[in-house]
């Protein structure tokens, strides 16, 4: 079992930059492949990036590509999502999730656990 608990989210301007972070219980964290999701109100859970378990291979979504970056620390049991240029339309509750297979997925059913989100909120 993988608990997972996100962190970072908040209240911010057009144009700012957060920081999620999710932090995860379990040993073998390096072995999964890590991927954040976000679900607006009355909006279907959407794919924003994933991360590989050995971190050297990452994948976004073309909304959030060249202003969010997602990264993993293995040695802290961490993946985190900075976010950049930050527009309204990025407000959501996101998710952090984990999946055993290692190689990632843009799918939400292919991922194992998931977090309890963090909302973050982008005003114009």
Do not use: H
């Not at 976000?38 to 959407?46: F, H, I, L, T």
């Not at 991360?51 to 993946?79: E, L, P, W």
């Not at 996101?94 to 292919?110: E, F, L, R």
């Amino acid at each position: 079992q993988v608990q997972l608990v996100e962190s970072g989210g908040g209240l911010v301007q057009a144009g700012d930059s957060l920081r999620l972070s999710c932090a995860a219980s379990g040993r073998t964290f390096s072995s999964y492949a890590m991927g954040w999701f976000r679900q607006a109100p009355v909006k279907e859970r959407e794919f924003v990036a994933y991360i590989r378990g050995s971190g050297g291979n990452t994948y976004y979504a073309d909304s959030v590509k060249g202003r969010f970056t997602i990264s993993r620390d293995n040695a802290k049991n961490t993946v985190y999502l900075q976010m950049n240029s930050l527009k309204p339309e990025d407000t959501a509750i996101y998710y952090c999730a984990a999946t055993v297979s290692g190689y990632g997925s843009s799918w939400y059913q292919s991922y194992d656990y998931w977090g309890q989100g963090t909302q973050v909120t982008v005003s114009s």
